[in-house]
């Protein structure tokens, strides 16, 4: 089936089938390496993805959904210059071995994009749906909250 | 003269930015999974045991052959006898006629698309004939146990292991200095009891994945997600050696590493994609764990039952210690057993005790591997005897702080095993510690039902590595002297690139971020043991200065030549070769280090600087008399620390809460303050994870009850301690690059005891068995009151 949809500002119509999952087709059909896969059932956050500007797990998503859909990955948010999340999380050291920082800055935008002054408490819950094994949190929540307030 | 003092760094000890920053917020890091191999890439699914312990009878393979898509499907026929192991050859790259643990591989699935390969491995039938499993490591020390291994006595290893065929100990580190037999006499107090540390797992968020092309030509290249791209070579070529296939044919790539703590080193999963590929010419396979397989079929962290008698004088002075400490190592010991070495030569902690006994067992069991993890054993150990220095201070009522200051090891002091502890500055970090988080000083919480405690451990870890590991370094310039380093030690995200290109920066005074530090490629890049043992600063470190160094050498020798001023009278700044004697002098390195140096008569002399160094321990020895340990000097220095916290514990519900945490290490020198913090914090969180949160449930069957992210917890945002306090301390290692030493598994060593030390101060129960959790909390205050109330009745 074909399916119609916006990616990172680009229009794209695509053949899928049924069953083929929106991380697969990111990744291997369209070659958008950022989403990472860290569980494949929604519980690390590492394949997230903005649909319509909400942060999503795209490994919990088919294909066949996003008909007209708006789709915005890590590439898309810092395809002229970095994001302010983006040179937030330079600025602390957001990330070790960077394999959730995709999906850590695709959440951070999401909440900075609904709530630009989040307090410490509503960024860690902003967050607490990806997983970092690496940092123990607290540069990742050190550059949210530097980013907080910034205009890109 | 120099413009700068001769002993000021100018890159060394900044907090320079990462060099691999762009890479990873930009989306462009390229992990293993995320390399293209093209239209002709095979995908391979395990057919894993459900059994713990079985003889497999018949393997039925008919119905997976006949799904669409699917390419061959193999069982362990096809590689008979094929076994591998880093330490102790013990381990089948499939499963023979016998499986022993759940979740081993016994068949695989070759097909088009992962998909069809998924399908077809449920349809593969395997029938088993159940044998007796043993899940427990004290169970399986009992005579008459059914053997794991029969033919343990068969298996090759390295010389320091001590296998007893026909029991299940695959290896027994014994420790004796001093005279244990008497020691316990002169005790004033002798506290004995017996700790349990639970299996866990890395939890790295990218799962293992390797992709393997045996071509045409008859090389084998191997992507993997690895800490050990040498040693997966050497083990590689080592097993498929019958094929003809030498060192030189096999190539392992591995791009950034998506988190490793030790689960990506030495061998697990890549070899199967190796033996695969073998079998299918000219087209990669590719093998992915799932988050379930990341749980039970990679290295877990052995489990523990130490038990710790130690006998002290009244004024707290540690007399004697006997440890003896048991590994569940799992089915299969080719890296764990080094586990159980290198915790039991360290198992006293870092404490001058003058009489000890320890003995170290690697068990085997029925349930999966056990191998390295960040901490490689010392965290197991340090619950027990850091909660026995508490409970035994605390008994003596003499301060626990000051009974650690006044055992604590020192400079010089004799080492369980005999040779001399390195430059230390473990007390430095106690007294900064105890200071930080105001020691001694009692906080009680306004909510009645709350109460708080401060919990402290000491730490020390030694690099585990064979006497023999070594690191080399390529350092070649480009034309406008910017430079790519090569390098076979890993960014796993610790900093490494970034710290190596901080130490050429140094030596050649060119900024780090005119230096791209290359991951590794066995083709390209020179040999480095593996990416563990928190010793790559160090090591590589080492290998990467003599490399820079001998670059500098060129430089100025080829600089020599032509202008001759005296090498010696000429030095490096700012990119540019200076001279003491001519301050006019400022050749910019770009203009020769490529190109060479024009003559008058229009030749050129010099050419391309390209450095090499290299590093090894010299002084380090694995050899000693196998009954004492005695003799050789198997660990090249510790890496000591202090620790402490704040702990709030809710004395209805059992629930804790870390309101403060300090912990100091001696990193020697440090090379990038940010980084070295960044390590510290992520790694006491991981440290507290095992603690609070993380434990991995068997049943009865030997199956791992929660191989996922919703049933073992690892922390979230929301269970980061209130406040951190990162204290890094600097007495130098003498023969570390700029006087640094490793601090990456150290971070998470103090926390478990801390924990149990904390609660105890808030709450009065103890409790020694890990995880520390809310529910054992809440059960023993209940049972600590009711004790109270009996013994109030009896009165």
């Given at each position: 089936m074909k399916v119609r949809f916006q990616l990172n500002n680009e229009k794209r119509s695509l053949d899928v089938e049924p069953n083929d999952v929106l991380f697969d087709v990111l990744r291997d059909k369209i070659g958008l390496k950022s989403p990472k896969c860290g569980c494949d059932r929604g519980d690390c956050g590492a394949c997230s993805i903005l649909l319509n500007g909400k942060s999503v797990r795209s490994c919990l998503v088919l294909a066949a959904e996003i008909e007209g859909a708006n789709i915005v990955t890590v590439e898309g948010i810092g395809q002229t210059d970095l994001s302010p999340v983006q040179k937030a999380f330079l600025d602390k050291n957001a990330f070790q071995c960077g394999y959730c920082a995709p999906g850590m800055i695709i959440a951070a935008t999401e909440l900075l994009e609904h709530n630009k002054h989040p307090n410490a408490h509503e960024v860690r819950e902003a967050l607490s749906g990806n997983l970092c094994r690496c940092t123990g949190y607290t540069p990742i929540i050190e550059a949210v909250c530097q980013a907080r307030g910034r205009k890109s | 003269m120099t413009s700068k003092k001769q002993d000021e760094l100018k890159y060394v000890g900044k907090s320079v930015s990462r060099i691999d920053e762009m890479d990873k917020v930009s989306g462009a890091a390229r992990y293993a999974d995320d390399?293209?191999?093209g239209p002709n890439l095979l995908f391979a699914e395990i057919v894993e045991s459900t059994q713990a312990h079985a003889l497999i009878k018949s393997i039925d393979t008919s119905a997976a052959e006949k799904e669409e898509g699917v390419v061959r499907v193999f069982t362990g026929k096809d590689f008979p006898g094929l076994r591998f192991g880093l330490y102790m050859q013990d381990r089948y790259v499939f499963a023979q006629n016998r499986v022993r643990f759940v979740g081993e591989q016994v068949a695989a699935v070759v097909a088009r698309c992962p998909k069809a390969a998924k399908r077809a491995a449920a349809l593969v039938k395997v029938e088993y004939e159940p044998l007796p499993a043993v899940l427990n490591q004290m169970n399986a020390l009992n005579s008459d146990c059914n053997l794991v291994h029969e033919k343990l006595g068969e298996y090759s290893h390295v010389p320091?292991?001590?296998?007893?065929?026909g029991t299940n100990i695959a290896h027994w580190r014994k420790v004796r200095?001093?005279?244990i037999s008497n020691a316990f006499q002169e005790a004033d107090f002798i506290l004995e009891d017996t700790y349990n540390v639970p299996r866990y797992a890395h939890c790295a968020i990218e799962p293992h994945v390797a992709t393997a092309l045996f071509d045409h030509a008859g090389r084998i290249t191997v992507w993997a997600s690895s800490q050990s791209p040498y040693t997966q070579r050497h083990l590689f070529a080592e097993c498929l050696a019958p094929l003809g296939i030498t060192h030189?044919?096999?190539?392992?790539?591995?791009?950034y590493v998506g988190g490793g703590f030790g689960g990506k080193a030495g061998v697990t999963m890549e070899i199967l994609a190796v033996v695969l590929a073998t079998k299918l010419k000219g087209m990669p396979v590719k093998v992915r764990w799932s988050r379930e397989q990341e749980f039970y079929n990679t290295y877990q962290r052995l489990g523990v039952v130490a038990k710790v008698k130690m006998g002290v004088k009244s004024d707290g002075t540690i007399v004697a210690l006997d440890h003896k400490i048991h590994w569940d190592a799992g089915a299969y010991v080719e890296y764990g057993a080094n586990v159980v070495n290198a915790a039991g030569l360290s198992a006293s902690g870092p404490y001058n005790i003058p009489h000890i006994s320890i003995d170290s067992m690697c068990i085997y069991t029925n349930l999966p591997p056990g191998g390295a993890y960040r901490g490689f054993g010392y965290s197991e150990c340090l619950f027990g005897i850091e909660s026995h220095i508490d409970r035994i201070a605390r008994h003596l009522k003499i301060d626990p702080v000051e009974m650690r200051r006044k055992n604590a090891i020192r400079t010089?002091?004799?080492?369980?095993y005999g040779s001399h502890m390195n430059p230390s500055g473990l007390v430095e970090c106690i007294?900064?510690?105890?200071?930080?988080?105001?020691?001694?000083?009692?906080?009680?919480?306004?909510?009645p039902t709350k109460f708080i405690g401060k919990g402290f451990a000491l730490f020390w870890k030694a690099p585990a590595m064979p006497p023999n590991a070594s690191s080399s370094a390529f350092l070649k310039f480009n034309e406008d002297a910017s430079m790519n380093i090569l390098v076979s030690a890993m960014e796993i995200g610790q900093g490494f690139l970034t710290a190596m290109a901080q130490i050429a920066a140094e030596v050649l005074q060119v900024p780090p971020h005119k230096i791209r530090v290359e991951t590794p490629d066995t083709d390209r890049n020179p040999y480095e043991w593996q990416t563990v043992a928190s010793h790559i600063t160090w090591g590589t470190g080492n290998a990467v200065r003599r490399a820079a160094l001998d670059a500098k050498q060129q430089i100025l020798e080829q600089v020599a030549r032509v202008h001759h001023y005296l090498a010696d009278d000429m030095y490096l700044d700012n990119e540019m070769v200076k001279c003491k004697q001519e301050p006019?002098?400022?050749?910019?390195?770009?203009n020769f280090v490529i190109t060479g140096l024009a003559m008058e008569d229009g030749t050129y002399r010099g050419g391309p600087i390209i450095g090499r160094g290299t590093f090894m321990p010299e002084f380090s020895s694995a050899l000693s008399d196998p009954e004492t340990s005695q003799g050789g000097h198997p660990n090249v220095h510790y890496t000591v620390g202090a620790a402490a916290l704040t702990l709030e514990v809710d004395k209805e519900t059992g629930k804790m809460r870390v309101l403060k945490a300090v912990e100091a290490l001696d990193a020697g020198k440090v090379i990038n303050p940010d980084m070295a913090k960044g390590q510290l914090v992520g790694g006491l969180l991981q440290g507290l994870a095992t603690v609070l949160y993380e434990d991995m449930r068997y049943n009865e069957s030997g199956k791992l009850l929660n191989p996922n992210f919703t049933d073992y917890k690892i922390p979230t945002c929301k269970d980061v301690p209130l406040e951190i306090v990162p204290i890094l301390v600097e007495v130098p290692q003498p023969d570390g690059p700029f006087g640094a030493r490793g601090i990456g598994e150290h971070t998470m060593l103090p926390a478990a005891p801390m924990i149990a030390n904390a609660v105890h101060d808030a709450v009065g129960v103890r409790i020694v068995s890990m995880p520390v959790t809310a529910e054992k909390v809440a059960l023993a205050i209940l049972q600590s009151e009711a004790n109270h109330t009996a013994r109030g009745a009896h009165s």
């Open positions: - | 390399l293209e191999f320091w292991f001590f296998p007893k065929a200095k001093g005279d030189k044919d096999v190539r392992v790539i591995a791009p010089g002091d004799i080492l369980p007294d900064k510690v105890a200071a930080e988080i105001e020691w001694g000083k009692k906080e009680m919480s306004k909510d006019a002098f400022a050749l910019p390195l770009k």
